[in-house]
């Protein structure tokens, strides 16, 4: 097995846990100095020098997205100023852009977890890597790219968009490895096919890392197949991460099966969203992580809104630290229907279990005299006819593990959007 620092990567649980209460503790004091979280501190009762044990961490306020965008933009900064060396930020498409801003050390600690990440998922030296996620203000592009730096692969920074100059350049440049978002990789997966490109004979993509949007089973093992990742020896890692967070911070290992998380840089609590009480060891709840590594803006206990599931059992590729295992979904994204919770996550994986199916799907929420109605549009497969019986059946399934009825409309293969960046699944009509 290969590691990028093995010493940390496989360092014994218990010593772990050991090294986090010691750097949440300094971590506490550093947060203390701005005035916002001082007074967050003081409001619930505690100072910094209280915390002893882990029982005592469980004092410390919660941050939440509302409160990056209540003292934006640099409200939060607990660090100085004048070692500031980079800001990044969400879009703000929906509302006040949620910040994050960086030392030297910051970006190195990045950095140093995104090697971690591209070397337990099979990333070589060798390898020529196409780097679509976006430049900008967006945490992705740079994330992934000062890591691959690191590790010395080439890197050919595309950014997102451009699908015939990506194939293009897949051709030209014998790429190796992919990156992007999930839908974006399904896009050009469809593309290649369509300009007769043979992703398994004409490219020689052995690997993708892919992450900016939640991202099932069911939808990687067709981007897998249809990419040639699996016919090369190889797959798709998915990675998850958060501006809060600093950006891309974890991913799948070689074996896939979970999301790992740098427990020496993150401490990982597994919440019920509700009481706030850890939920058992394999049990879904909420992530909240609190950065233990970063100078200039860190985050204790910042609830995701992420609805995971959360092992800690040693992986079979040696590493030790915990690994998300499950997206049960975004506490955010679901969707309430008359009186029902639906995950866009859920729905995905019941149609995409059906090969007769497309990956271009979209659920439409409408609302009619006051009640609220759900709706799936999908597109077949290429080249498959699906039939009344099917669409009925594929309804039943639907209802029974929604427990809401969803009719399905089957859409002209073309007819709904297509996806270079992050995909959008839900289509809201109701007025409220």
């Given at each position: 097995m ?10 014994p649980?218990?010593d ?7 750097k ?11 005035q ?5 501190f003081d ?24 409160d990056?965008r ?9 660090g ?32 140093r ?34 890591a691959?730096?690191?590790?010395g ?5 595309t950014?997102a ?11 030209e ?6 990156t ?68 891309p911070i974890?991913m ?12 020496d840089?993150?401490?990982v ?9 850890n ?9 909240v ?93 290429a ?6 019986a ?8 639907l209802h029974?593990?929604?427990a ?14 297509r996806?270079?960046?992050?995909s ?9």
């Amino acid at each position: 097995m290969v590691y990028y620092d093995q010493k940390w990567e496989t360092m014994p649980l218990d010593d772990l846990r050991d090294l986090q209460l010691k750097k949440l503790k300094k971590q506490a004091h550093h947060v203390y100095q701005n005035q916002f979280i001082k007074k967050r501190f003081d409001d619930s009762g505690l100072h910094p020098d209280d915390i002893k044990n882990w029982e005592d961490t469980k004092k410390v306020p919660f941050m939440t997205k509302d409160d990056l965008r209540d003292n934006y933009p640099t409200g939060l900064v607990s660090g100085n100023w004048d070692d500031v060396v980079r800001v990044h930020m969400t879009s703000g498409t929906t509302g006040v852009p949620t910040p994050m801003v960086y030392s030297k050390n910051d970006l190195d600690v990045w950095t140093r977890c995104m090697a971690r990440n591209f070397v337990a998922g099979g990333l070589k030296k060798s390898d020529i890597i196409q780097q679509t996620h976006g430049y900008g203000l967006f945490t992705g592009g740079f994330g992934f790219h000062y890591a691959l730096e690191t590790i010395g692969a080439k890197v050919i920074p595309t950014g997102a968009g451009g699908s015939e100059r990506q194939l293009r350049l897949m051709q030209e440049w014998g790429t190796t490895v992919f990156t992007g978002t999930p839908s974006y990789a399904a896009y050009i997966a469809e593309f290649a096919i369509e300009k007769g490109i043979d992703p398994e004979k004409d490219l020689k993509l052995r690997l993708g890392f892919h992450g900016g949007e939640p991202c099932s089973d069911e939808l990687r093992d067709r981007i897998n197949t249809r990419l040639g990742y699996s016919a090369h020896g190889g797959g798709m890692r998915r990675c998850y991460g958060l501006t809060e967070m600093g950006g891309p911070i974890t991913m799948d290992c070689e074996y896939e099966n979970g999301i790992h998380l740098w427990a020496d840089h993150y401490l990982v609590e597994i919440l019920d969203p509700v009481t706030h009480e850890n939920v058992a060891d394999g049990q879904p709840g909420e992530l909240v992580i609190s950065n233990l590594s970063f100078e200039i803006m860190p985050l204790l206990r910042y609830r995701t809104g992420d609805n995971v599931v959360v092992s800690h059992d040693t992986c079979q590729c040696g590493r030790t630290h915990p690994r998300i295992t499950k997206f049960v979904g975004r506490l955010d994204d679901m969707i309430l229907v008359g009186g029902t919770n639906v995950f866009p996550s859920q729905v995905e994986c019941i149609l995409l279990n059906h090969a007769e199916l497309s990956e271009n799907w979209q659920l439409v929420v409408d609302e009619k005299k006051g009640l609220h109605s759900l709706k799936i549009e999908i597109e077949p497969a290429a080249g498959i006819s699906v039939n009344e019986a099917f669409v009925t059946a594929l309804e039943k399934e639907l209802h029974q593990i929604l427990a809401k009825k969803c009719p399905v409309e089957i859409k002209a293969v073309g007819s709904l959007p297509r996806f270079e960046g992050k995909s959008v699944r839900v289509v809201d009509n109701r007025s409220s």
